[in-house]
């Protein structure tokens, strides 16, 4: 058995009722206000299908073949007690699942085409993307560790807070709404189960406590990083 | 059309090698073990590349081009008009966000049904609905996103202090599952359709949207804690 159109037709189903209020708000809007000839709005109709198609797509693939292998790898370290391989492995995971997130791509091709302020979006992914990767390393340690949650968040958005008046609107504009979409449906699936693999070895904690947490802890890094790369002058 | 198709194929090169490198290394050269059943995991993320490149091509002709073209409609309107219409717009769009319903879901089974679906998904919406009326009262007067952030992000560490602390970690990922697809490539355009139409090239200010829609939500949630906390302390 490989791919079951049963799950794509319920995938399909969920992406379009996820649309649908966009999608209707779009309707209202050609028919009363924008008004696209015919020849213009069959390209966006067209557009309107394929990203439904492509999203679904996406979602059934990743979840039927990289994000089971990521697991099995990560739940393999899990067993093993192989604490620093599980974290090496996480960090990396962390940065090119960032780098995946199409979410995370098309905000940075946006902040190009509107500002045509980026020297390059590809270094601005790849700074998010290593402050995920290192953040949520933390969100691991923290369930090795069973420290409190607010000893991460506070002080990283006190940091992120004050930065934020050392650096121009437009690079705080951009860390927070980056940091925001470096959770999406690559980063958040893995995170969850690597995350919900390490808290049911570790007996005896309170999983509502423990195993949620991670993305906010993760979502963090993105932030932090490329504040700290305005500051230092990474992007002009 | 041709540009888009060439974008997205960049793109979809550039997102996703990464990854299938590093799981490959990691199955093959770390853990020397052939997958369980390579043959779904080959088929299946064949099917994820695809579905990337179309999501990313389908999204560059529809979505934001015809989000942006709402927003400069838009920005001729009158205030009293824009910020309710802004309201509902964020309330209705996150109530479909999947992962939205999903991670109620999960707060719902792990709190063994003390915490009510309803209720999470009731509080998220308002949550975007807020940080939407905001951002576009933002847009429309002009002013520095910290004035916001700032003073939101400290009152959400505060109320991080007062509401009960098994709620703290769910209230953050409420935060982080609210700025799905449709909060970037329709919300996002619709913020900059407003401000090129108003601002010009100054058009800056039509980004942090993105950022309010993920902060709005811990702060809802963590209310909603807290007033549950009280609640229950008080029977």
Not at chain 1, 92 to 121: C, F, H, K, N, W
Not at chain 2, 17 to 23: S, T
Request: glycine share 10%; with cysteine; net charge neutral.
């Amino acid at each position: 058995m490989s791919l079951s159109l049963r799950e794509i037709g319920r995938e399909l189903r969920d992406t379009a009722v996820a649309l649908a209020p966009a999608v209707a708000i779009i309707l209202v809007f050609q028919v009363f206000v924008v008004r696209l000839s015919a020849g213009e709005f069959g390209r966006i109709a067209l557009g309107l299908v394929l990203t439904l198609v492509g999203f679904s797509l996406f979602l059934v693939g990743a979840r039927n073949g990289l994000l089971p292998l990521g697991e099995g790898i990560g739940t393999t370290f899990v067993e093993r007690r192989a604490v620093l391989p599980l974290l090496t492995f996480g960090l990396l995971l962390g940065v090119v699942l960032t780098i995946a997130e199409p979410d995370v791509r098309l905000l940075a091709l946006q902040v190009e085409e509107t500002l045509g302020v980026l020297e390059s979006r590809t270094v601005l992914i790849i700074v998010a993307a290593a402050g995920l990767g290192i953040f949520g390393v933390f969100a691991l340690l923290r369930l090795l560790l069973g420290t409190p949650i607010h000893y991460y968040l506070i002080p990283g958005y006190l940091a992120c807070l004050v930065l934020t008046l050392f650096v121009p609107e437009s690079g705080v504009t951009m860390a927070f709404d980056m940091g925001a979409v470096t959770t999406g449906p690559m980063t958040v699936p893995f995170l969850m189960a690597l995350g919900a693999g390490t808290a049911s070895v570790l007996a005896g904690r309170d999983r509502f406590t423990s195993g949620f947490g991670i993305m906010a802890i993760g979502s963090v890094g993105p932030v932090l990083a490329i504040l700290l790369w305005n500051v230092f002058g990474g992007s002009s | 059309m041709i540009d888009e198709l060439r974008t997205a194929l960049v793109e979809t090169a550039e997102g996703t090698l990464p990854v299938l490198g590093l799981i490959f290394a990691f199955q093959f050269l770390v853990l020397r073990k052939r997958p369980a059943n390579l043959r779904r995991v080959v088929i299946g993320t064949a099917t994820a590349v695809v579905g990337f490149f179309l999501f990313i091509v389908g999204a560059t002709i529809s979505f934001i081009p015809m989000g942006r073209a709402i927003g400069a409609s838009l920005a001729d309107a009158d205030m009293l008009l824009i910020l309710p219409f802004t309201f509902v717009l964020g309330a209705v769009v996150v109530v479909a966000e999947p992962a939205v319903r999903i991670l109620a879901y999960q707060i719902e089974q792990l709190s063994a049904g003390s915490l009510r679906t309803r209720f999470v998904i009731a509080a998220i919406a308002l949550g975007v609905a807020i940080a939407l009326t905001l951002g576009m009262w933002r847009v429309l007067a002009d002013f520095h996103l910290a004035y916001i952030l700032v003073p939101g992000y400290a009152l959400a560490l505060l109320l991080t202090l007062f509401t009960p602390r098994n709620f703290v970690p769910v209230s953050y990922d409420a935060g982080a599952v609210a700025t799905g697809p449709v909060a970037v490539n329709f919300v996002l355009p619709l913020f900059t359709g407003v401000a090129l139409a108003l601002w010009g090239d100054a058009a800056s200010v039509g980004f942090g949207i993105v950022a309010l829609i993920a902060l709005f939500p811990i702060i809802t949630m963590l209310l909603l804690g807290v007033v549950l906390g009280r609640r229950k302390r008080e029977t």
